[in-house]
């Protein structure tokens, strides 16, 4: 098990006074960038690495001023061009969360995966720990359905290979999902802001990347929907695609927990369930 503590910034935190969701994220790729450079697989970041989905669960909120934050992980699954890596993030005592992400060898030149070279297998197999498989969350595909966000992308936003970043990829889920939700009823404002009566909490996030993200003046659009509603949660369903030519980027899909004041548990008001099931989306056909 490979574990690295994650430095904190000030500016990780967001309006609820702890670590946003999506910089949790970016704590994932920092200590995996860590743990490749320390070892026989370095070369594959400079070669070309990808990836392909991620899985996060999301247990208890980071605090700035707790305990040292750690990511321990290590390889959970291996295949002929694929590696998955679980994670647990805690701080102190407390599993803040789990993770999964599929990575895949791929030559930019080619624009194909390729297989991973011996000597990066066995850094991997002396890597190799056992842990149950997080659950699957499945949702329909929205084939243009949805409420339709503009995404512009920022120059910064860009990785090494000169592609949107992964982690960069919940900034823009985050960016979406707030703007139509607010759409759909005031009332999911976040905490604090003029109409909201409760918090949202974000339980579970998992996306898959389909197509590299480029740099462009034209925004992209990423479309979400409610997918399901449960007494206290909502499924969305988020895409991000070209809207000049439907390519679609990413799937996303996100579990919602509705909570009070003081972060317990609550059920969804009859009148926002309403609001929501003017804009569900239900598998096609």
Same mark, same amino acid.
């Given at each position: 098990?490979?574990?690295?503590?994650?430095?904190?910034?000030?500016?990780?935190?967001?309006?609820?006074?702890?670590?946003?969701?999506?910089?949790?994220?970016?704590?994932?790729?920092?200590?995996?960038?860590?743990?490749?450079?320390?070892?026989?697989?370095?070369?594959?970041?400079?070669?070309?690495?990808?990836?392909?989905?991620?899985?996060?669960?999301?247990?208890?909120?980071?605090?700035?001023?707790?305990?040292?934050?750690?990511?321990?992980?290590?390889?959970?699954?291996?295949?002929?061009?694929?590696?998955?890596?679980?994670?647990?993030?805690?701080?102190?005592?407390?599993?803040?969360?789990?993770?999964?992400?599929?990575?895949?060898?791929?030559?930019?030149?080619?624009?194909?995966?390729?297989?991973?070279?011996?000597?990066?297998?066995?850094?991997?197999?002396?890597?190799?720990?056992?842990?149950?498989?997080?659950?699957?969350?499945?949702?329909?595909? #929205? $084939?243009? /359905?949805?409420? +339709?966000?503009?995404?512009? &992308?920022?120059?910064?936003? *860009?990785? =090494?290979?000169?592609? !949107?970043?992964?982690?960069?990829?919940?900034?823009?889920?985050?960016?979406?999902?707030?703007?139509?939700?607010?759409?759909?009823?005031?009332?999911?404002?976040?905490?604090?802001?003029?109409?909201?009566?409760?918090?949202?909490?974000?339980?579970?996030?998992?996306?898959?990347?389909?197509?590299? #993200? $480029?740099? /462009?003046?034209? +925004?992209?659009?990423?479309? &979400?929907?409610?997918?399901? *509603?449960? =007494?206290?949660?909502? !499924?969305?369903?988020?895409?991000?695609?070209?809207?000049?030519?439907?390519?679609?980027?990413?799937?996303?899909?996100?579990?919602?927990?509705?909570?009070?004041?003081?972060?317990?548990?609550?059920?969804?008001?009859?009148?926002?369930?309403?609001?929501?099931?003017?804009?569900?989306?239900?598998?096609?056909?």
């Amino acid at each position: 098990m490979f574990r690295w503590e994650c430095p904190l910034r000030w500016s990780d935190m967001d309006a609820q006074g702890h670590v946003n969701n999506a910089v949790m994220v970016d704590y994932l790729q920092e200590a995996r960038v860590v743990f490749l450079r320390d070892g026989a697989a370095s070369p594959l970041l400079d070669e070309g690495i990808v990836v392909v989905a991620h899985q996060v669960e999301y247990r208890s909120p980071i605090h700035y001023d707790g305990p040292a934050v750690v990511v321990e992980l290590g390889i959970s699954k291996l295949g002929a061009s694929r590696v998955e890596i679980a994670y647990e993030v805690k701080q102190g005592d407390d599993v803040a969360m789990r993770a999964r992400t599929m990575l895949c060898a791929f030559s930019f030149d080619e624009q194909k995966p390729i297989k991973l070279k011996p000597e990066y297998r066995a850094f991997f197999e002396a890597h190799r720990i056992e842990v149950q498989a997080l659950r699957e969350l499945k949702s329909p595909s #929205l $084939e243009g /359905r949805g409420t +339709p966000v503009a995404l512009p &992308v920022r120059w910064t936003d *860009l990785d =090494s290979y000169g592609h !949107v970043n992964n982690a960069k990829v919940y900034d823009y889920l985050q960016q979406a999902r707030i703007t139509a939700t607010t759409q759909w009823d005031p009332t999911m404002a976040r905490a604090g802001s003029k109409g909201s009566r409760h918090m949202w909490l974000i339980a579970r996030q998992d996306v898959d990347y389909l197509a590299q #993200l $480029e740099h /462009r003046f034209e +925004p992209y659009e990423v479309r &979400v929907a409610p997918v399901h *509603l449960g =007494s206290s949660s909502i !499924v969305l369903a988020s895409e991000i695609v070209d809207p000049a030519t439907g390519t679609v980027h990413n799937r996303a899909r996100t579990i919602l927990v509705i909570a009070d004041m003081d972060h317990r548990k609550t059920e969804l008001p009859e009148s926002l369930r309403e609001s929501l099931r003017e804009h569900l989306v239900a598998p096609a056909g």
